[in-house]
């Protein structure tokens, strides 16, 4: 949203690419902008005035309910999806991440995958310390197992006021590695030797509230070069 103070202290309120104020008033006793404070009623917000945030995440689609851990997830089709990169190696793709702590980001061949497989990324998890990699089963009673396939040191990774952009890479050996947007190294590297495709992904949480962003643009065209473990992208 795009809050607007005049001089003659009316103030509107547009969202974002709007030209009509969807809320406006006037302010009588010309109180000065010095000063800002948010608040919240009973449930979660989170507010943002970083104007950075929105070149980052711009062009992105934003994921809507945010299900728990184990509640029935809605995941996104693939063919849905507008902004994939691809080599003759692997296909790629960015999400953003803002949360405090415990990132999950979840893959494979069904809609509904209950026995089954996928794959999960954790972000950030154990209070905002480390990443991991690990192959899930979740069965017909909603019982979930999970198999480490890495776990690396990341202290910091996320922000809870800012969007963190991943670019993650999915190679056609079952290699998998993500890296922050932007940089040359993997922080996390695994490999899924059952290979479990990318047909469908989704997103949840543990015990506090996350906000994702998904199909976020990238270089369809980009040459990613590997040379003694080190990426290059033209």
């Not at 006037?26 to 917000?45: E, G």
């Not at 849905?80 to 949360?99: E, H, P, R």
């Not at 950030?124 to 480490?148: I, P």
């Not at 962003?213 to 033209?234: H, Q, T």
Request: with cysteine.
């Amino acid at each position: 949203m795009v809050l607007k103070v005049l001089a003659s202290r009316q103030i509107d309120v547009f969202l974002e690419g709007q030209l009509v104020p969807f809320l406006s008033f006037v302010d009588p006793k010309l109180t000065s902008v010095c000063f800002i404070a948010f608040t919240k009623y009973d449930k979660d917000l989170i507010f943002d005035l970083v104007s950075q945030r929105i070149q980052t995440i711009k062009g992105c689609k934003q994921y809507g309910h945010v299900g728990n851990y184990n509640d029935p997830l809605t995941y996104i089709p693939m063919t849905d999806l507008q902004n994939l990169g691809f080599t003759n190696k692997s296909i790629f793709f960015k999400i953003a991440v803002q949360g405090s702590t415990d990132g999950f980001l979840r893959f494979g061949d069904s809609l509904y995958p209950y026995n089954k497989e996928v794959i999960e990324i954790v972000f950030g998890g154990w209070t905002n310390t480390k990443s991991a990699g690990r192959r899930q089963h979740r069965s017909a009673s909603n019982q979930a197992t999970n198999t480490v396939l890495a776990e690396v040191q990341t202290p910091m990774l996320l922000s809870a006021n800012r969007p963190t952009v991943f670019l993650v890479e999915l190679f056609h050996d079952g290699t998998i590695q993500v890296r922050i947007s932007g940089q040359d190294h993997p922080f996390l590297l695994f490999n899924d030797a059952k290979m479990i495709p990318f047909y469908y992904m989704t997103f949840t949480k543990w015990k506090t509230d996350v906000l994702y962003f998904y199909d976020c643009p990238v270089d369809k065209y980009a040459k990613i070069c590997y040379e003694d473990g080190r990426m290059y992208v033209n």
